[in-house]
């Protein structure tokens, strides 16, 4: 049991961890420098290491000294110098307000004799060369018409002239036979179609006649179905009004009839009462 986990002492010394501590082991934490010496580090005697200290860093007592501008160290110099504009990146186009601009003349106010309003008010090389003026002469107005000469022919043997005249009737005769046909085609037509718009319009008409006088026979036969069966209401109504009637005269009858009956049930229990005279007392005793 000296041996292995769980021996004497339940751990081998020689196999155990160097660095391993157990529960009777008391760590001892050493100081911070600035908790040994109060001159270093943070809360130290000035609070900061100078010697670590950011170069750029500034304390609240530093005061920034800001360096003038050209332009107030050499006031001709920049904006606002000797004459408030360098002169030498001054833009060329720049033009100040004492600058007056000149503006040239057109070629028509330099030189008269060319352009509109010139010389002659026209530069004839740039002239349209169909263009007339009031001055040019016109010449002669005519026409092209030329009159043309009928062909005539020969004249025809009587004989051609004859056949010529008769094919010329037959053809008319045919034409106007032709022109009968379709005129009586035309008018079968039209008579035809108008009979079928009349009939149309007949047959709508009887339509429109049967349909208005079913909706009315239809009309009628519910108003009376609605007058006989309001009259048999009434009829119901009044036989249950007299039958109710019936009923209260017949419960009265009774109940009058018992009354009755117990009025002579009661007078044949009981004896008649005689009447007792009452003493009649002396006012002188």
Known sequence: ??????????????????????????????????????????????????????????????????????SQKDYSVGFGGKFGVQKDRQDKTALGWDHVEKVQHHESQTDHSKGFGGKFGVQMDRMDKTALGFSSEQGRVGTNYQPTKPAVEAPERATNLKAHFENLASNQEDSRLKQLEEDRKKRLESDTNLIRQERMKQNELQEEEEGRI??????????????????????????NQLLQEQELEEKAKMEEQKKREALQRKSQTEPPKIPVAEPIVNPLQ
Request: without cysteine; hydrophobic residues 25%.
């Open 214 to 239: 079913r909706r009315q026979n239809e009309r009628e036969a519910q108003i009376r179905e609605e007058r006989k069966r309001e009259a048999m209401l009434r009829k119901q109504e009044i036989q």
């Open 1 to 70: 049991y000296s041996v292995g986990f769980g021996g004497k002492f339940g751990v081998q010394k020689d196999r155990q961890d160097k660095s391993a501590a157990g529960w009777d082991h008391i760590e001892k934490v050493d100081k911070h420098e600035s908790q040994k010496d109060y001159t270093q580090g943070f809360g130290g005697k000035f609070g900061v290491q100078s010697d670590r200290q950011d170069k750029s860093a500034a304390g609240w007592d530093h005061i920034e000294k800001v360096d003038k501008h050209e």
